[in-house]
């Protein structure tokens, strides 16, 4: 059990965070120094490592309730750093310092408040996802449950997927696409299942008005300033999300076996990244081949696939390439053509 003690490495990012509120000034970015400054700077300096466990290990891991807790904890912690976020922009800040605060929260609620919504919501128990539920509400996200596990994992690498980042698409394009149609497909997701609009049980009813409802109680507590603010700052959590999602399959579409029918989802289909603090602050999500292979297995037990494409740099680094399309292109673009599904 001694080596999974790195995973408590993860909190780095909420610590951050809390220092960023509790100091101020040009400290007030937090969480956000420690995932696109600090991060990638120590990722150029350590090495990646692709190296698994045996089977053996991981079927006979005995205490999967530490990783659990793990995940579980982030629904305090998410809920504790976004008030102090909401009690610090309600009183006088510098200008500097409702920036900084605003990309601090953010920065927490896309990394640990939607990454790890997106462990549980492939989870099997209900307590579970409502625990994902919690952490994609202050992002305005909760569609992402629905879209994520019944859209996305079905058409990835394929047209049909608005989370497929095309080959030579900018990130910000990406961002308008991906934001607007993850959330109409949703609706359509639910309208397919149910058969027509039935409100009383359509899922994304539910989520609307609870997404109203938090807005609501906060202008009720609060402001419409700081309500404002909270609305800002889940934005910032979205498009993080849609950082991570634009990186995870640039370039990497499926053949198209006949006009309704697309090769199976392989490990060739996801960007991976074996870069070791990445991959713990991340609970694992940068093993994301395994994971779209087995959906429904712990972050803990996912593997390095051997025939996976693997990015240059950890997903902060990526993230920050991605922002400057010119250089992104001259990177990737020849890594996606390089790629034998492509060549």
């Known amino acids: ?134 952490l994609l509400l202050p992002s305005s996200y909760l569609h992402f449950f629905i879209e994520h596990n019944r859209g996305h994992h079905k058409h990835i690498g394929t047209h049909r997927d608005p989370s497929t980042a095309r080959k030579g698409e900018s990130i910000y394009a990406f961002w308008l696409r991906s934001l607007t149609q993850t959330y109409r497909h949703a609706w359509q997701l639910e309208y397919q299942r149910l058969g027509g609009f039935k409100p009383l049980q359509n899922m994304m009813v539910y989520f609307t008005v609870a997404q109203i409802l938090y807005f609501c109680v906060i202008l009720w507590l609060f402001s419409w300033q700081v309500m404002l603010f909270a609305m800002v700052a889940a934005l910032i959590g979205a498009v993080l999300l849609e950082c991570v999602n634009y990186i995870e399959h640039y370039g990497l579409l499926r053949k198209k076996i006949s006009d309704k029918r697309y090769e199976a989802v392989q490990a060739q289909h996801s960007w991976n990244s074996n870069h070791e603090i990445g991959r713990i602050v991340l609970y694992e999500l940068v093993r994301h081949s395994d994971h779209h292979m087995k959906s429904q297995r712990k972050y803990q037990n996912l593997r390095s696939m051997d025939n996976s494409p693997q990015l240059p740099s950890g997903y902060p680094g990526m993230i920050l390439l991605a922002l400057l399309p010119f250089l992104w292109y001259r990177v990737m673009d020849k890594r996606v053509i390089s790629l034998p599904q492509n060549g």
């Not at 509790?22 to 600090?38: M, N, R, T, V």
């Not at 990722?43 to 891991?61: G, H, I, Q, T």
């Open 1 to 134: 059990m001694f080596r999974d003690l790195k995973y408590l490495l993860a909190y780095t990012t909420p610590v951050f965070a809390w220092l960023g509120f509790e100091f101020g000034g040009i400290y007030s970015f937090g969480a956000a120094y420690w995932a696109f400054i600090l991060i990638p700077l120590l990722e150029l300096m350590v090495p990646a490592s692709a190296k698994n466990e045996s089977d053996n290990f991981y079927a006979n891991r005995k205490y999967g309730w530490f990783f659990d807790l793990l995940l579980y904890s982030n629904v305090v912690i998410v809920y504790y750093l976004l008030w102090i976020y909401l009690v610090k922009v309600s009183g006088p800040l510098t200008t500097l310092e409702q920036v900084g605060m605003t990309f601090n929260i953010g920065t927490i609620l896309g990394s640990l408040g939607i990454n790890v919504a997106h462990e549980l919501g492939h989870r099997d128990n209900k307590y579970e996802h409502v625990m994902a539920w919690s």
